[in-house]
């Protein structure tokens, strides 16, 4: 039984309320970044499926984390096929995540007790994916997609959904804000928390200071659970 079990990610993911997400081809620099991510105090973090051979690099770096960050889920994200997700999965992704829904993952990652995140855009998709037994769901573009107030609206007639806005969502206190008083369960933040500037300049402490921030801003702006 993996350390990090179905249940075990959600709750993390749930409690944290963030999952930073990245990808480099370079498996050191992601080891630099997973470290940071983890000093910072995120425990569920995203490698991001792109470029050649990302699953390798992947491999490396899950089988690292497992020694040197093991507080730390790690998962895939941009899986659209199942396959794909098979693949992470057997080389160690704790959970997987889709910009779009598909069933054939679900029923993937179901038979692995592995949490699926499938990107939604509508209220037919978000009540599909549930059905398929996700229970965060991840929304994307959100900003696109109407911002917070398409949470807060989602939300209105549907108050038991988990949603996880991906795309939009700024590394400051006012979008941290805006998004958790919205009803965003958790949020998913890419370039622009793990900064371009401060990976290019190795920067990393910067990096978990300003996931810590983050951190911080998301528990002080959740409404009472």
Known sequence: M???????????????????????????????????????????????????RAWQVFSELAEWADAHTPEVALGVGSIIEPATAALY?????????????NAAIADTCNRRKVPYLPGCGTVTEISNAEALGCEVVKIF???ELGGPGFIKSILGPMPWVRLLPTGGVDATEESVEKWMLAGAACLGMGSKLIRRDLVTSGRYGAIADLVRRVLGWITSARPSR
């Open 89 to 101: 999965i057997s080389s160690g992704a704790r959970f997987v995540v889709g910009p779009t829904l």
């Open 2 to 52: 993996p350390r990090h079990d179905r249940l075990t990610v959600w709750n993390s993911m749930l409690d944290t309320g963030l999952v930073p997400l990245f990808y480099q081809g370079d498996v050191d620099v992601c080891r630099s970044l997973l470290q940071a991510c983890a000093d910072g105090g995120a425990t569920v973090v995203e490698f991001t499926n792109r470029g050649d």
């Open 141 to 143: 573009p959100a900003g």
